[in-house]
Nanobody, 126 residues
Framework: VQLQASGGGSAEAGGSLRLSCAVS????????MGWFRQAPGKEREFVAA????????DYVDSVKGRFIISRDNAKNTVYLQMNSLKPEDTAVYLC????????????????????WGQGTLVTVSS
């Protein structure tokens, strides 16, 4: 399984960006997906996660109401719509995949993910 994140870039505070993570292979439907971020000098932080079916999601408190995670199982892609961006959202954003037995499983722990993408940089200016 290989993951390729894209869509990062620069935005002003209050603006929006949409990240995509394309997943290779035929087993995308078997994986719960997550987005994480890592700012310079800081530890990797959970941002959002979605179950295999897409029916269950979870978010870190700081992005609730602003970010939306979704997936298209026909396109093997997971998305992160980021609205009302803040300078503190500046980080490298990484997508990850976890092979889940249940279609409702949502994974927030960094250590449980099996596969990681290379990351895409998001810079938000004030």
């Amino acid at each position: 399984v290989q993951l390729q994140a894209s869509g990062g870039g620069s935005a002003e505070a209050g603006g929006s960006l949409r990240l995509s993570c394309a997943v290779s292979g035929r087993t995308f439907r078997d994986h719960a997906m997550g987005w994480f971020r890592q700012a310079p000098g800081k530890e990797r932080e959970f941002v959002a996660a979605i179950s295999r079916s897409g029916g269950n999601t979870d978010y870190v408190d700081s992005v609730k109401g602003r970010f939306i995670i979704s997936r298209d199982n026909a396109k093997n892609t997971v998305y992160l719509q980021m609205n009302s961006l803040k300078p503190e959202d500046t980080a490298v954003y990484l997508c990850a995949a976890y092979r889940a037995l249940r279609h409702t499983t949502v994974v927030v722990s960094t250590g449980r993910y099996d596969y990681w993408g290379q990351g895409t940089l998001v810079t938000v200016s004030s």
